[in-house]
């Protein structure tokens, strides 16, 4: 089956910090990969997607490239503002069947100046 | 970009009473509406799968006859949770597909969230 293995928080750093949160998936077939943040009392936003091995996933700064080798889409940022302050959701959507989102359990990032 | 609006953003409610969430696909077409619900500190967990015009696909342990779902318009999906009580307490997200059901790669759009709280 599918499914997603992130990362546990919360995660504290100071502005201008390296910034990785794990992600790793078991899926069957050729899963998309996607990272979703969720701000302060917002929803949901896509934030960068990757479709196919060894696509790599950018935006605002942020990029996952899609590891088959090691079924990994581990985000990173080379360096974090304050605004980056929120909950990171690593999600897998399956190639087969309804093509809902399986997602992780969420990192909470708190980015201190 | 295609937008979801999902309302009320935030209820309060007595224990017994029966709460409406609605979720709008407000520029495009959703064939496809997605319940999510948000346990605190854990991940986004799929309650059902809404097709326009036919029944909702529930998970495996959503009951059905508690959190009643109807998709009866390509722009409006409403949840429902019936005689609500304070475990049904929690963060609810739509979300919506872009296309036909034949268009599985299609991305999903969410809506904000509503937060559910029973007393």
């Known amino acids: 089956g599918n499914s997603v293995t992130q990362m546990e928080g919360p995660v504290t750093l100071s502005e201008e910090a390296f910034l990785t949160i794990n992600c790793t998936y078991t899926?069957?077939?050729?899963?998309?990969l996607f990272w979703y943040v969720q701000y302060p009392g917002e929803g949901l936003q896509l934030l960068l997607k990757a479709t196919k091995a060894d696509d790599k996933g950018s935006n605002k700064g942020f990029e996952a490239t899609y590891r088959k080798e090691t079924t990994s889409f581990h985000l990173e940022k080379g360096s974090v503002q304050v605004s980056d302050s929120a909950v990171y959701f690593c999600?897998?959507?399956?190639?087969?069947?309804?093509?809902?989102?399986?997602f992780g359990t969420g990192t909470r990032l708190t980015v201190i100046p | 970009g295609a937008v979801v609006s999902q309302h009320p953003s935030w209820v309060i409610c007595k224990s017994g009473t029966s709460v409406k969430i609605e979720c709008r696909s407000l520029?495009?077409?959703?064939?496809?509406m997605f319940w999510y619900r948000q346990f605190p500190k854990q991940s986004l967990m799929l309650m059902a799968t809404s097709n326009e015009g036919s029944k909702a696909t529930y998970e495996q342990g959503v009951e059905k006859d508690k959190f009643l779902i109807n998709h009866a318009s390509l722009t409006l999906s409403t949840l429902t949770v019936t005689s609500a009580h304070p475990e049904d307490s929690s963060f609810y997200i739509c979300s919506a597909r872009e296309g036909s059901i034949l268009h599985g790669n299609q991305p999903q759009h969410f809506g904000d969230g509503t937060r559910l709280s029973i007393l």
């Open positions: 999600a897998l959507r399956g190639s087969t069947g309804a093509n809902n989102l399986f």
């Open positions: 899926a069957t077939g050729y899963p998309s």
């Open positions: 520029d495009f077409q959703a064939t496809t």
